[in-house]
């Protein structure tokens, strides 16, 4: 039971990310509204193409770890990326860049996806009987 609620929480987390990557490249001004970024000339070109791939390859890597047996180390793709993210804000926190609230929102964002990531690689890749439990402690 386990194994499903994490895949399905895997997979919903995989379409929010689809959706917004896909949103990125269709109009990188979804990514100036959401990430307070600026983007004027060649900028917006960058922005659509970086962005987009971020959260594209972090879905892709979750949604095949959710639903393909046995490549469940695909986790480890987001989980990687969104940790990458994360340090690479503290540094900047302490190298006393600005930090708002949005700024904070993302941090809780990417430490919550990096845990799910890493946590749900871990629950899948046991064997059934090590991640659902023994079967006979109920007699």
């Not at 890493?118 to 023994?134: F, H, I, K, N, Y």
């Amino acid at each position: 039971m386990v194994n499903w609620v994490l895949r399905g929480a895997v997979l919903l987390w995989a379409a929010f990310f689809t959706i917004l990557g896909v949103q990125g490249i269709l109009d990188p001004a979804t990514f100036v509204e959401t990430f307070a970024i600026g983007i004027d000339g060649a900028a917006a070109n960058t922005v659509r193409a970086d962005l987009s791939a971020f959260f594209l390859v972090a879905a892709g890597g979750a949604a095949v770890g959710a639903l393909v047996p046995g490549w469940t180390r695909a986790l480890l793709v987001p989980a990687a990326l969104y940790g990458t993210a994360l340090v690479g804000r503290l540094i900047g926190m302490g190298m006393g860049d600005l930090v708002n609230s949005g700024i904070v929102q993302a941090m809780i964002i990417e430490a919550l996806s990096v845990a799910l990531m890493a946590g749900s690689w871990w629950v899948l890749s046991r064997p059934a009987a090590v991640a659902e439990g023994p079967v006979d402690s109920v007699r």
